[in-house]
């Protein structure tokens, strides 16, 4: 099953995907005024890591703002293009990008595997103490294994994120849009429903639904 996409290329971004996201980048610097950033948290995809590049380059060259990548917010099977040195790659899962073989059975693609793998995302947010936190992934993965819900392009969602006995939850808090290709989501981990300070951002790197089976 997703033969086709097992061998999927790693593209880059068009000039047109470069201009959203500049755009995006301008609405992130209003969006995101008065709020520290405390770390971006990036796809190994390389259309994700440009995106955060053009869209964030003001959070991590201006304010310092350190950029992961991880392989709990990608999509495909491509090796690790490490061509993009401010990025940190020391802590990308060395199973992955294998999606056959049992060690990763994380990443497999199938309708179990992605909801897994979507859970163990979210609670890799949630155990996090770093504050505010901007993820950049994928649309299809972000749907189909995290929020359960379409995005539309550049969509920016608040959220608050809560465990309960069956894992955590995302729950919807705020929204608000604009017209450009990427999708830009903001968590808010609480517990017990008591405030917390712990922010996740999540930013849509390409529209990819084809990729995952409906939930």
């Known amino acids: ?20 996201c500049l755009e995006l980048r301008e609405h992130l610097k209003i969006y995101l005024n008065r709020r520290n950033v405390n770390r971006i948290i990036v796809s190994p ?31 495909e099977e491509i090796k690790v293009d490490k ?16 999606k056959t073989s049992p060690e990763p059975e994380l990443y497999h693609y199938s309708r ?10 979210v609670e890799d947010l949630y155990d996090r103490d770093e504050g505010l936190l901007i993820v950049v992934s994928h649309n299809g993965f972000l749907r189909t294994g995290v929020i359960g819900r379409w995005t539309a392009n550049a969509d920016y969602r608040l959220y608050s994120l ?12 705020e929204e ?36 995952f089976p409906h939930v």
């Not at 061509?83 to 294998?98: E, G, R, V």
């Not at 179990?112 to 995302?121: C, E, N």
């Open 162 to 173: 809560e465990r309960d006995e069956s894992g955590v939850r995302c729950k919807l808090i």
């Open 1 to 20: 099953m997703f033969e086709e996409h097992k061998t999927t290329h790693d593209p880059g971004l068009t000039s047109e995907g470069i201009t959203q």
């Open 83 to 98: 061509s993009f040195h401010c990025i940190d790659f020391s802590k990308i899962d060395p199973t992955w990008p294998d």
């Open 45 to 75: 995809m390389r259309r994700a890591m440009e995106t955060a590049l053009h869209a964030m380059d003001w959070l991590i060259k201006d304010e310092g703002v350190p950029i992961e990548a991880s392989a709990l917010w990608q999509v």
């Open 112 to 121: 179990q595997s992605i909801l897994q793998w979507g859970q163990k995302a």
């Open 176 to 211: 608000e849009g604009m017209e450009a290709a990427w999708s830009f989501v903001v968590w808010q981990p609480a517990l017990s429903g008591q405030e917390s300070d712990h922010q996740l951002g999540m930013v849509r790197a390409s529209s990819l639904d084809i990729l």
